[in-house]
């Protein structure tokens, strides 16, 4: 079954090709498809109340993370990506942006994409791809995040461990323990020198700023009832050591999101951190 954060983050991406001004951020014109029977009930929230700051703040983050992870993707020149937790996430399937059968302008292949996720998840995700008539392009690998070792079954399933990737790991550090997060960026480490890793972390009550702060308040409470509670906090520098010894930079919604007149307006709720493997020579 599909959750709750997987559907609202799609019904992001979906309204923000219908509710936000020129230019947009970030398109991803399958969204929509993937939200099946839920799709009118989802986006209608956002057509009436779009410029609510709490629609608004959600939009912002998930086009902003999403359009920065795929940036990286294609300037990095990989031929790996992996996306965990991929949940509803839709880059192996629109062709224009590198699905698994495509080519970038140079003729090069594009990309192998690796979608990482929970198995109940992604026959989910296999029946909204059949009802939509979408053809499947990416190597769905099944993965208990408590009991399995991601890389063995990456591995499995054709990952070259001896190749760079980019992965992706978008909406998901939030929910998950401190201690959790600590041990998949450990796992990430030991990928191939010139891997790419690109999360999104909410930031400390002490870094938000008051647009941040209604957006925690309003939100928080609704996911924690629905059993999907926000678990840790993160400040810049809390990723920089938790992402030695890679390379780390960091991009706020206003790098992004830049100078806009609608209510796309940047906050400081998260930031999204980019770690580059280094190995020692």
């Known amino acids: 079954m599909t959750s709750r954060t997987a559907l609202m983050a799609a019904a992001a991406r979906a309204a923000h090709l219908i ?7 970030f398109s991803d014109p399958l969204a929509v498809k993937l939200l099946g029977d839920q799709a009118e009930e989802l986006l209608q929230y956002h057509r009436v109340h779009g410029g609510h700051p709490v629609l608004a703040g959600a939009r912002a983050q998930v086009v902003c993370r999403s359009r920065y992870a795929e940036d990286v993707l294609r300037a990095s020149g990989h031929r790996q990506y992996v996306v965990l937790g991929a949940g509803l996430d839709t ?15 140079a003729g090069t292949a594009a990309p192998t994409v690796f979608e ?14 059949r009802k939509a008539g979408i053809e499947k392009r990416a190597i769905y690998v099944p993965v208990d995040f408590e009991r399995d070792d991601l890389i063995e079954r990456l591995v499995e399933h054709g990952f070259d461990v001896g ?5 992706s ?3 998901v550090t939030m929910y998950l323990t401190r201690e959790a997060v600590e041990h998949t960026v450990g796992v990430l480490n030991g990928l191939a020198d010139g891997s790419e890793v690109v999360f999104d972390h909410m930031l400390p009550a002490e870094l938000r700023d008051a647009a941040a702060q209604a957006y925690v308040d309003a939100v928080g409470p609704v996911n924690a009832e629905h059993g999907e509670p926000w678990l840790t906090f993160l400040s810049p520098g809390d ?4 992402l030695a010894p890679m390379t780390v930079e960091h ?9 806009r007149t609608d209510a796309l307006q940047p906050s400081n709720v998260s930031v999204i951190t980019r770690g580059t493997v280094r190995k020692r020579r």
């Open 116 to 129: 990482v996720d929970q198995p109940a998840t992604q026959e989910s995700k296999r029946a909204s791809l």
């Open 251 to 259: 991009t706020t919604q206003q790098d992004v999101l830049g100078t």
């Open 19 to 25: 509710v936000d001004e020129a230019p947009h951020v």
């Open 163 to 167: 190749q760079p990737a980019v992965v």
């Open 239 to 242: 990723t920089r050591q938790l």
């Open 169 to 171: 790991w978008l909406g």
């Open 91 to 105: 880059f192996a399937y629109r062709a224009d942006l590198g699905g698994a059968d495509a080519a970038d302008s």
